[in-house]
């Protein structure tokens, strides 16, 4: 079997208290999964959902992995929040990348460093 998995990025500039930082990944994670491939998301779910959370400076940074991501054709989420709490309304705070082959997400961000 493929190895499959998705990747999380979060920004580390807005240093978001954690369940903050956490529910912005969790939107991230689920919009990329249902941007996906509905047989790939299958797959990935019997694997195990793989799940590895990156993190990056600042949203110039989120933006260029986002951009990135598209270009490779994968399923690709943006999240803006709703300023709703801890920050001002249309900040970008997280990207999902994937489900997909471990290898096509690599290729993307396979250089950033784990959160």
Not at 72 to 80: D, E, H, N, R
Not at 97 to 112: M, Q, R, S, Y
Request: proline share 3%; with cysteine; net charge positive.
């Amino acid at each position: 079997m493929s190895n499959l998995k998705q990747v999380i990025i979060v920004r580390q500039d807005l240093k978001l208290p954690k369940g903050k930082a956490c529910a912005q990944a969790s939107h991230a994670s689920v919009e990329a999964v249902l941007k996906a491939d509905g047989g790939l998301v299958k797959k990935w779910r019997m694997s195990g959902m793989a799940k590895i959370v990156l993190k990056v400076q600042d949203e110039k940074e989120l933006i260029k992995y986002f951009q990135l991501a598209k270009e490779q054709g994968l399923a690709v989420s943006l999240i803006t929040d709703a300023g709703r709490t801890v920050i001002a309304p249309g900040t970008k705070t997280a990207v999902g990348i994937g489900p997909a082959e471990e290898e096509e997400v690599d290729k993307v961000c396979g250089d950033l460093s784990l959160l």
